[in-house]
């Protein structure tokens, strides 16, 4: 699976849109982005993913560059129960069931009111 | 809550000790992970089954076995306890489909379980 590089730590204010960059410029035609959080020592939660096209859900938007080596996550008005490190992880969804999660450091994201 | 289940909480122990974490899947997932998280190696793949059968492994210590019964529910066991092993160890779960379908892989994490071996 492709490695992906986040910044450590952003802060966000609350109400405001929270832009989470990640880069994986390693990343090859059959692996997707995927995103989760986790808030503090609780399990990580799933968030989004993508292929090619940029996708929304209830939680956020991932935004996806034409080049696939790059892409933001959107929290459209980040609230302070947003406060959590963000892990963004690139990984095939080949037939099969090996499916790991390769988990780096993240990024942590606060919210402050 | 995810629908993944994993008893206990808390967990302490002492060196030298074995212990068993239990992990339940959401209904209808075939699929059981588990990692590691601990201060100095983040999370970590440890193992997967799926259906019952081992399908992956990660950095899973020769201490440590796995196991996932007919009902799907999985067990964790940790032997011969450092100090190094104390960590949050979550379970995982997903519907892990064979056609690798969108929507089918991702993964549901539990609560974990936060062992202390002292």
């Known amino acids: 699976d492709a490695k992906t590089t986040q910044p450590p730590s952003m802060d966000c204010a609350e109400g405001r849109a929270a832009n989470l960059p990640c880069n994986h410029s390693t990343i090859s035609g059959n692996e997707y982005v995927y995103w989760y959080r986790q808030i503090h020592s609780q399990g990580p939660q799933y968030i989004i993913h993508?292929?090619?096209n940029n996708e929304t859900n209830e939680m956020a938007s991932l935004i996806i560059t034409e080049d696939r080596k790059s892409s933001t996550l959107i929290l459209p008005h980040a609230t302070l129960r947003d406060t959590a490190v963000y892990y963004c992880?690139?990984?095939?969804?080949?037939?099969?069931?090996?499916?790991?999660?390769?988990f780096g450091k993240g990024t942590l994201l606060t919210v402050n009111p | 809550d995810s629908g993944v289940t994993q008893t206990p909480k808390h967990l302490i122990t002492a060196t030298g000790q074995r212990v068993t974490l239990r992990c339940s899947p959401r209904s209808g997932d075939l699929s059981v992970y588990w990692y590691q998280q601990s201060l100095d190696q983040g999370l970590q793949f440890l193992i997967q089954y799926y259906n019952g059968e081992e399908r992956a492994k990660g950095n899973i210590l020769e201490r440590f076995s796995a196991q996932q019964f007919p009902d799907l529910h999985s067990e964790l066991n940790l032997s011969s306890l450092e100090l190094g092993d104390s960590a949050l160890y979550f379970c995982?779960?997903?519907?892990?489909?064979?056609?690798?379908?969108?929507?089918?892989?991702?993964?549901?994490f539990g609560p974990g379980t936060r062992l202390t071996v002292l």
């Open positions: 995982a779960s997903s519907v892990a489909d064979s056609g690798g379908a969108i929507g089918a892989n991702e993964q549901f």
């Open positions: 992880i690139v990984r095939r969804n080949s037939g099969g069931s090996n499916y790991k999660l390769t």
């Open positions: 993508g292929l090619k």
